[in-house]
């Protein structure tokens, strides 16, 4: 059996909101990058925490997951966000451009339903910090219904912290999908 997904999004855990008086948290490195589709006089300022880079590779390193871009910034994800991580190139989600002024149209992430199709009956453990109840009622159910899923929700104002990244490890080390690679 294939390791569970790992759903990676970027604003709000890689990328931290600022707060209400526009500070980032002091871990968090400036950098610009250019999206596709922006000129390159046009640069958006991101910021990264660089010691996200050794996290993340711990886990992608066990083998126990396989990582997947889950974000608005799609390919950017792969050319221009992880590489200023440290991180090798990593599948995207397609996702499409709706047309939409909340991330809850429906009262759930905007996401979920393409990424529902994406995974078919496969395991996954998704990191987004934007998912409302019926995210996690959606989560419940798949898991009941036998395909493993674990949301993971950071503060977007402080990002990924080392523990939701051992909330995924332990989660996966005692997921049937996980055992199950281990026959
Ligand atoms: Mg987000």
């Known amino acids: 059996m294939r390791p569970p997904y790992l759903l990676l999004d970027i604003d709000g855990v ?15 490195s400036r950098h610009e990058v250019v999206p596709t589709g922006r000129s390159a006089d ?3 300022t991101v ?5 996200h880079s050794p996290m993340l590779m ?13 974000t608005s910034w799609r390919q950017d994800a792969a050319t221009l966000i992880g590489p200023l991580l440290g991180l090798p190139p990593l599948p995207h989600i397609d996702l499409p451009r709706p047309q939409i002024t909340t991330s809850h149209p429906k009262g759930y ?6 990424v529902d ?6 395991p996954a453990v998704w990191i ?10 959606w989560a419940a159910e798949r898991t009941v219904k036998g395909t493993a899923t674990l ?14 990244l051992t909330e995924v490890t332990t989660w996966v080390s005692q997921s049937p999908a996980a055992r199950a690679s281990d026959d």
């Open 128 to 137: 987004d910090d934007d998912f409302t109840s019926l995210d996690h009622t």
């Open 42 to 44: 046009n640069p958006v």
């Open 109 to 114: 992430l905007w996401k979920r339903d393409h």
């Open 47 to 51: 910021w990264l925490d660089p010691a």
């Open 14 to 28: 890689l990328i931290p909101f600022p707060g209400a008086d526009g500070s980032i948290p002091s871990t968090h």
């Open 58 to 70: 711990d886990v992608i390193r066990t083998g126990l997951v396989t990582p997947v871009w889950c």
């Open 117 to 122: 199709a994406w995974l078919g009956n496969a």
């Open 151 to 164: 949301l993971v929700q950071p503060d977007p104002h402080l990002g990924l912290q080392a523990e939701h």
